[in-house]
T-cell receptor, first 114, second 115 residues
Framework: DGGITQSPKYLFRKEGQNVTLSCEQNLNHDAMYWYRQDPGQGLRLIYYSQIVNDFQKGDIAEGYSVSREKKESFPLTVTSAQKNPTAFYLC?????????????FGPGTRLTVL | AQSVTQLDSHVSVSEGTPVLLRCNYSSSYSPSLFWYVQHPNKGLQLLLKYTSAATLVKGINGFEAEFKKSETSFHLTKPSAHMSDAAEYFCVVMPSSTGFQKLVFGTGTRLLVSP
């Protein structure tokens, strides 16, 4: 079955540590996105990538980094510079990013800083 | 700037009664509009989308939404609620002016369904 997988489902991090969240898609989609979700808020865009080896900052990129070395993979690193990283992180992908396309979402990773 | 306002943070209905989740948008351009549903600790699933075709859009699971440009609204409705509809619902706008698909999310409406 085609889809988006995110791992791990739950992640615990000590303060000062970097952690990397995995996102893989087998939909052959060109564009991929990372969102952050906090309680009572909508999703906010962290980074997006429209093509391999290219990515752009979203609205809340500070303290995060990404890479896009392969079309199917878009890992997100939460660095120690992110002041409040505890949140639910969602990865999404889309075929080409045009206005009528649909974004498909992964099941999410819940990150908790201890 | 584009924005979305979901007018209710929580909506409670009884099973079998109608559902109305309200959404107003602000956009300088003719937008695309979406409704997504999220069950607890899950990703988002597309319910329906409006992309300047028919103003009444039918989605999955019996949901539908009507685009009203004069009211800048895109309310989500369902004639009869089911227990499985209990979830969080997000109204989303995508301005057509951007060169890529950047979604702007509302803050969500939690739908509670009682027996």
């Amino acid at each position: 079955d085609g889809g988006i997988t995110q791992s791990p489902k739950y992640l615990f991090r000590k303060e000062g540590q970097n952690v990397t969240l995995s996102c893989e898609q087998n939909l052959n989609h060109d564009a991929m996105y990372w969102y952050r979700q906090d309680p009572g808020q909508g999703l906010r865009l962290i980074y997006y990538s429209q093509i391999v080896n290219d990515f752009q900052k979203g609205d809340i990129a500070e303290g995060y980094s990404v890479s896009r070395e392969k079309k199917e993979s878009f890992p997100l690193t939460v660095t120690s510079a992110q002041k409040n990283p505890t949140a639910f992180y969602l990865c999404a992908s889309i075929r080409s990013g045009g206005p009528t396309d649909t974004q498909y979402f992964g099941p999410g990773t819940r990150l908790t800083v201890l | 700037a584009q924005s979305v306002t979901q007018l209710d943070s929580h909506v409670s209905v009884s099973e079998g009664t109608p559902v109305l989740l309200r959404c107003n948008y602000s956009s300088s351009y003719s937008p695309s509009l979406f409704w997504y549903v999220q069950h607890p600790n899950k990703g988002l699933q597309l319910l329906l989308k409006y992309t300047s075709a028919a103003t009444l859009v039918k989605g999955i699971n019996g949901f539908e939404a009507e685009f009203k440009k004069s009211e800048t609204s895109f309310h989500l409705t369902k004639p009869s609620a089911h227990m499985s509809d209990a979830a969080e619902y997000f109204c989303v706008v995508m301005p057509s002016s951007t060169g890529f698909q950047k979604l702007v999310f509302g803050t969500g409406t939690r739908l509670l369904v009682s027996p």
